[in-house]
């Protein structure tokens, strides 16, 4: 199935958000944008899977946090990479951003959920993901844009420009039995 063009779909935010400079860059196989409320079909749970453990949730429930996160304004960036010939997602990364009180008031971007389809790994696509997240982040401007990773990710987020700085503390909670009461 040929790649299905950005005006057929309801997108996550204005893909004029996307640094043409950066569209510009990526191999003519592929084609960067928003997600899309659609995406579900197009295998973003199947790429993600290369990251973590992914829980299905089935296709109403990701819609439904899809126009969750959409109706949260300037706050959820998530971009994929599509091929072009098949119309499936090879890549996918998110920005979400912070207001503060501190800073004057300033923002911070945080970067999450980098993943790269295996047979597209090492082909610059996670550098251009972290390029157009940081892209936005600033452009919304945040004064810093920040990401949790593990040792061995290290060197590709160096090469993509971010220093190592502190520590991450996490805190697990507990298994319930209830549903978590959403405010
Ligand atoms: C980590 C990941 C996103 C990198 O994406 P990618 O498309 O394979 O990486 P790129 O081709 O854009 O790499 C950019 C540069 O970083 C280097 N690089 C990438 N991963 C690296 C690693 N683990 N160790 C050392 N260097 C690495 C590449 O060699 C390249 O260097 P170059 O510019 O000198 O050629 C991808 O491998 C992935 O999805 N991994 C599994 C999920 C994951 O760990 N996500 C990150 C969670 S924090």
């Known amino acids: 199935m040929p790649l299905t063009p950005d005006s057929e779909l309801d997108l996550l935010f204005p893909a004029s958000l996307i ?14 944008r928003p997600l899309a409320s659609t995406d579900y079909r197009r295998g973003h749970l199947h790429v993600l899977s ?12 990701w819609v439904h946090q899809y126009h969750a ?8 960036y998530t971009v994929v990479i599509i091929n072009r010939s098949t119309d ?13 009180f501190l800073r004057g008031l300033g923002s911070v971007g ?10 597209q790994q090492g082909k610059k696509l996670g550098l251009r993901i972290i390029q157009a997240l940081t892209y936005i982040s600033e452009n919304y ?5 920040i990401l949790n990773c593990n040792d061995s990710n290290i060197p590709f987020y160096e090469k993509c420009g971010f220093k190592k700085k502190e520590n991450e503390m996490a805190k697990y909670a507990p298994e319930r039995q209830n549903s978590p009461l959403r405010l």
């Not at 990251?51 to 949730?57: A, C």
């Not at 999450?112 to 295996?118: G, H, P, Q, R, S």
């Open 141 to 145: 401007g945040c004064y810093k844009t």
């Open 110 to 119: 945080h970067i999450e959920d980098i993943a790269v389809d295996k047979d």
């Open 19 to 32: 640094s043409s400079e950066l569209k510009a860059q990526l191999h003519p196989d592929l084609h960067i």
């Open 69 to 76: 996160m959409r109706s949260a304004p300037s706050t959820y």
């Open 50 to 61: 290369v990251l973590t453990i992914v829980t299905d949730p089935g296709e109403a429930a």
């Open 88 to 100: 499936m997602i090879v890549g996918v990364g998110s920005v979400f951003i912070e207001r503060k």
